[in-house]
């Protein structure tokens, strides 16, 4: 089973909105990964979390903030975002950090207005 | 510095071969990985070397030779449900936890 599922699939908010996208697996992988993707370009890393911790931060703005509550969950703190951060959010995992294939969640595609 | 080019677009047309070319420059080469992705969906991982030759798995190979910076994904009896991007990603063993380096994907095209 390498299946990754992320929540919601699509999402539409205001510049002044909360909200959150959720990515859990089962695979006991160890490391878990959030991307942005915007069309007809390649993921680009956010985030990477070892161990549930915190290990690559891609020099991120602020209103986006990760949390890993545990080893199969992964959250997006999405805060005051801007129309430029519309894309689809991409999370993944991979057995150790970094150093095995990584496999996708579905997305979420995110609509700022 | 760090570089990956493949072709923007390919097209082929059903029941052919085509193949993917994908070229990199890194200093810590630690792997290949070749992913599909279809439009507005998630990249499916497809083929990993990190060894020179060749690596079949099903219509799929890709090919790796490390000395000369240079992968191929090579699809054959091409179905209609190949038309997708494919992404060439590149593991760098001096970046932090291994990151991947990833090609801007190439557009396939399949014709009737």
């Known amino acids: 089973d390498t299946e990754v599922t992320q929540t919601p699939k699509h999402l539409v908010m205001g510049m002044t909105n909360k909200k959150s996208l959720k990515c859990e697996q089962h695979?006991?992988?160890?490391?878990m990964y959030w991307y942005k993707q915007k069309a007809k370009k390649p993921p680009e890393l956010m985030f990477v979390y070892s161990y549930e911790k915190l290990s690559i931060n891609e020099s991120v703005p602020s209103r986006f903030s990760p949390e890993c509550p545990n080893s199969s969950l992964l959250n997006l703190h999405l805060h005051a975002l801007q129309p430029e951060d519309s894309a689809l959010y991409l999370c993944?995992?991979?057995?150790?950090?970094?150093?095995?294939?990584?496999?996708f969640g579905p997305g979420t595609r995110l609509t700022v207005l | 510095g760090q570089n990956i080019d493949q072709p923007t677009e390919m097209t082929a047309t059903e029941g052919a071969i085509v193949q993917i070319n994908c070229t990199y420059q890194?200093?810590?080469?630690?792997?290949l990985f070749w992913y599909q992705q279809h439009a507005g969906e998630a990249p499916t991982f497809l083929s990993y070397?990190?060894l020179d030759g060749l690596e079949e798995k099903g219509r799929f190979s890709s090919f790796l030779s490390r000395s000369k910076g240079y992968s191929y994904l090579l699809l054959k009896e091409l179905q209609m449900k190949d038309s997708a991007s494919y992404l060439c990603?590149?593991?760098?063993?001096?970046?932090?936890?291994?990151?991947?380096?990833w090609g801007a994907g190439t557009k396939l095209i399949i014709k009737p």
């Open positions: 993944a995992s991979s057995q150790g950090s970094g150093s095995d294939t990584q496999y």
């Open positions: 695979m006991g992988h160890r490391a």
């Open positions: 890194t200093s810590g080469f630690n792997g």
């Open positions: 990603a590149v593991r760098d063993r001096l970046r932090s936890n291994y990151q991947l380096i």
């Open positions: 070397n990190v």
